[in-house]
């Protein structure tokens, strides 16, 4: 549910593209302008099959907007989301989960049935909307897939990248987008791949076991990573090199990640994966 209003609409003018690439630069912090999709760009792929989507507030000011734009896997079209960004002031309101769906809406429209777009492993606010909110699954793990960012948000670590692939009419899909979750194990009960301790008040990644072989089994990440970059970033580059090992090896064994679980009470998330 919204905690306040906001519309939707699809994006065409000049001013309203120029509008989405100032809130690039405010949402991601960027501070070297090839980071940023331009108005040109955004103006062709609006014309050929690209959904732009901005929402604004009661005031008509565009406080967020969703890009994506057309691919092909496999021989079939689908649809991969860029940007999805919302202001600070709006963010925890529903409004991207807003987004997201409305994207959804027109993908369907134009006889698109998957969507595909990369996050950052371990951003766990992200992984939880991504996986349980959406219903998403992941699909590749990406090795610093965008190379060195100036955006503050992911300076300091390669920008590794889970593909997360949304498969819009699937019944996973349909049941997280009502609110509601399959049964899933407890996260107690499934073996852990990792050992982790705090260490001034930051979990530190200790050793990981790459022999495990039940169907399931968890990774626990770090909440607050971005803040781990900043502050602390010997950790975050342990955390960076420790999670692409573990995730590209039981990946390459037939292991998926299909779930997040977030302890917000506790701060500490962990992935799911099955075989």
Known sequence: ML???????????????????????????????????????????????????????????????????????SGHLIQWSHMVGVLEAHRNTGLGRLL???????????GIKVIEWTFDPMQSMNAHFNLTKLGAVIIEYAENIYGESSSSLHRGTPTDRFVAGWNLESSRVLTRIAGTTEDRPIASELPLINETNV??????????????????LRVEIPTGFGEMQR????????????SRNMFTTYMARGYQVVEFVFDRAAGRGWYFLER
């Open 3 to 73: 905690s306040q209003p906001f519309s939707c609409r699809n994006l065409h003018t000049l001013d309203e593209l120029k509008r989405v690439v100032e809130l690039e630069t405010i949402v991601w912090e960027y501070t070297d302008l090839q980071d940023v999709v331009p108005v040109p760009i955004l103006a062709i792929n609006v014309k050929r099959g690209g959904i732009l989507i901005g929402a604004f507030d009661e005031s008509e000011a565009m406080v967020g907007f969703a890009y994506s734009l057309p691919g092909l896997k």
């Open 100 to 110: 997201k769906l409305e994207q959804r809406k027109r993908a369907l429209e134009m």
């Open 199 to 216: 260490e001034d008040a930051w979990l530190t990644f200790k050793s990981w076991d790459s022999k495990l072989t039940q169907p399931r």
């Open 231 to 242: 502050s602390s970033p010997d950790r975050a580059r342990d955390w960076r090199t420790a």
